[in-house]
C-alpha cells in the first residue's frame, strides 16, 4: 500500500487525476482509490486584473510602493476552498515581505520576521478592512 498527496492543476480534476495515475501506472492488478474523503477538487481560477483583484492591487501598492503585483499559485491546501460556497474570486494573501530564507520556516523552526515587515502586514490588513465597503462585485 502507498499513499500519494496530489496537488490538482486548476485545470484537472480528482477523476482525471485518477485516470492519469491508471495510465501511468498500467497495471490493472494494483488498485486505486482515495483515502479519507472524496478527494477536493482543485479550486477555481480567481479574476486578475479588475473587481476584487485590482481593489488588492492597490493596497499592495499604497503599503509596499514601487512593488509589481502579479498573480501565483499556491501549491499548499489552505482552508480558502471552503469560501468557494460564497465567491468565484479567492486570492490566498500574505501582505508580509518574504525571501528564499522564509520559505524553509514556515510552519517549522524559528518561524519569525521583523518588527517593520510585521507592521507593514497590519498596515494592508487596516487598508482591506477600512476599504471593504468600497469593493462591489
Given amino acids: 500500500m502507498a499513499y500519494v498527496n496530489f496537488r ?3 485545470r484537472d ?4 487525476l485518477i485516470a492519469h495515475v491508471r ?3 498500467q497495471n490493472p492488478a494494483i488498485s486505486i482509490t482515495i483515502a479519507g474523503t472524496k478527494g477536493t477538487e482543485p479550486s477555481p481560477i480567481s ?5 476584487p483583484y485590482a481593489w488588492l492591487a492597490g493596497i499592495v501598492k499604497d503599503v509596499f510602493p514601487g512593488t509589481i503585483v502579479a498573480p501565483n499559485t499556491v501549491l499548499g491546501g489552505t482552508d480558502s476552498r471552503h469560501f468557494a460556497i460564497i465567491t468565484n474570486d479567492i486570492y490566498r494573501f500574505i501582505p508580509f515581505p ?18 517593520k515587515d510585521f507592521a507593514h502586514g497590519i498596515q494592508a490588513y487596516y487598508l482591506m ?7 462591489s462585485e
Fill in 8 to 10: 490538482i492543476h486548476a
Fill in 13 to 16: 480534476s480528482v477523476d482525471s
Fill in 47 to 51: 479574476q486578475i486584473g479588475t473587481g
Fill in 129 to 135: 478592512l477600512e476599504r471593504a465597503g468600497t469593493l
Fill in 98 to 115: 518574504l525571501d528564499s530564507s522564509d520559505f524553509s520556516r514556515f510552519h517549522g523552526l524559528n518561524e519569525r520576521m521583523s518588527v
Fill in 23 to 25: 495510465a501511468a501506472i
